[in-house]
């Protein structure tokens, strides 16, 4: 087998060299572990000759460059190394109950070209599709026309993580039983992922600088409510990927409709959908938001602006959602022991006094559930990713084709399209 430099004519053998040993000084680039010829050596243990050589056929192929010089230890300055962000690219899809955002991502994770739309999420599955490869056309290939190595796609709904089929997502009506998977499939060359899209927020949080390395639970209360966990470093997805589904817990003995078809579940108190149905139905409380709704219905920024005036009706309905919140998560952290809880969604994005008001009745909560062994050293705040997980999925994208795993089925191939179908099945 060759590698043929994508700028140059000369070919560079790499078939006397077994693979795995060049994918791992690959691993070690990308995550920074060693980022020169001599560090190289220091940490994989394989010769100067043997690192020179592996190093040699990584940038030949592309997949890394030269960087600036450093300086050494007792000698002169040396050169870093580094992931080739031009090599290829990854496309990150965020599908939401209300809009949808598309990027164009290199190699190293930098953002190349995005793109966002607002969106019904209701108009079903095949309209959305189309409108995402709209957007795919809108963020465009590079002038090689070149197409994308991997896309990831987070969804509002429970997904089947090894079809990327959704299963009874209850805000996106007339989406069960579809496969974005499928149908990109049927239209790219690509390998694709589905994920529930708070996997992909908290993955986007976990990986934000400066890195935390304690494992991490992430709440979303939005238009649904849900949760991510990451341990270790991974998502933690289940057997099937519908770990996290928490909107649909019994959190209240009243009869509450939720939009899964049962009562009493957590969305049907504190999502959004939820929130709005119930100030609306009592929006006679409130004179304010009553002559809003006379003129249209209302949103999650009048809901914000009016708990920012000390509306009443409101503030009520926020604290017993938030507390409802609270509840479930203070069992959540008692059960799972994080180091840190995050909180994020499009209520939260309402406002300052939403955000305190549910941080509040979490920490309360969790203080007065957990054992001190647990809250200790728990640290419980709001997110700081402002991407709605775009990061979290261009991570996954880039991560299923670059892990060392998947990395030694595709080197010899060139790049990651024509090992598409295994590709997707390491992921799991």
Excluded at 156 to 180: A, H, I
Aim: glycine content about 12%; charged content about 20%.
């Amino acid at each position: 087998m060759l590698f043929l430099p994508p700028e140059a004519n000369e070919i560079v053998p790499i078939q006397d060299f077994e693979a795995a040993p060049t994918v791992a000084l690959f691993d070690l680039i990308r995550k920074g572990t060693a980022a020169t010829r001599p560090g190289l050596v220091a940490v994989s243990g394989l010769g100067r000759k043997a690192v020179t050589q592996r190093v040699e056929a990584l940038t030949a192929r592309g997949l890394v460059r030269d960087g600036g010089l450093v300086p050494s230890i007792g000698g002169r300055p040396v050169r870093t190394l580094e992931v080739n962000p031009g090599a290829g690219y990854v496309v990150g899809v965020m599908i939401g109950s209300t809009e949808i955002d598309v990027a164009r991502i290199d190699l190293s994770g930098g953002v190349i070209e995005a793109v966002s739309s607002t969106w019904d999420v209701e108009l079903g599955p095949e309209a959305t599709m189309q409108r995402v490869a709209g957007l795919l056309q809108e963020v465009g290939a590079p002038e090689s026309g070149a197409g994308p190595w991997s896309i990831a796609v987070g969804v509002p709904g429970p997904v089947e993580f090894s079809t990327g089929r959704l299963v009874g997502p209850s805000v996106m009506p007339g989406w069960d039983g579809f496969s974005p998977r499928a149908w990109l499939r049927d239209r790219l060359d690509a390998p694709v992922w589905v994920d529930n899209h708070v996997h992909l927020m908290a993955l986007a949080e976990w990986r934000r600088p400066p890195r935390s390395k304690r494992d991490m639970l992430f709440i979303e209360v939005g238009m649904d409510v849900g949760a991510g966990m990451m341990v270790d470093g991974r998502v933690l997805r289940g057997e099937r990927g519908a770990a996290g589904s928490i909107g649909h817990l019994r959190a209240t003995t009243e009869p509450l409709p939720c939009r899964c078809g049962k009562v009493g579940c957590l969305e049907a108190l504190a999502a959004g959908w939820a929130v709005l149905d119930e100030v609306t139905r009592r929006v006679d409380a409130s004179p304010l938001l009553a002559e809003i709704l006379r003129a249209r219905p209302l949103d999650l920024v009048d809901i914000g602006d009016a708990a920012q005036s000390g509306d009443a009706l409101v503030v009520s309905v926020l604290e017993r959602a938030a507390q409802a919140v609270g509840n479930l998560v203070a069992d959540l952290v008692v059960f799972t022991n994080p180091g840190e809880v995050v909180l994020g969604g499009g209520v939260l994005a309402a406002g300052t006094q939403v955000e305190e008001s549910f941080l509040k009745a979490l920490r309360d909560a969790i203080q007065t559930r957990g054992a001190e062994l647990i809250t200790a050293h728990l640290s419980v705040h709001a997110s700081s990713a402002d991407d709605r997980g775009m990061s979290g999925a261009g991570a996954l994208a880039l991560d299923s084709i670059l892990n060392p795993t998947a990395l030694i089925h595709w080197l010899h191939a060139g790049n990651p399209l024509a090992r598409r179908d295994q590709l997707e099945r390491l992921a799991l």
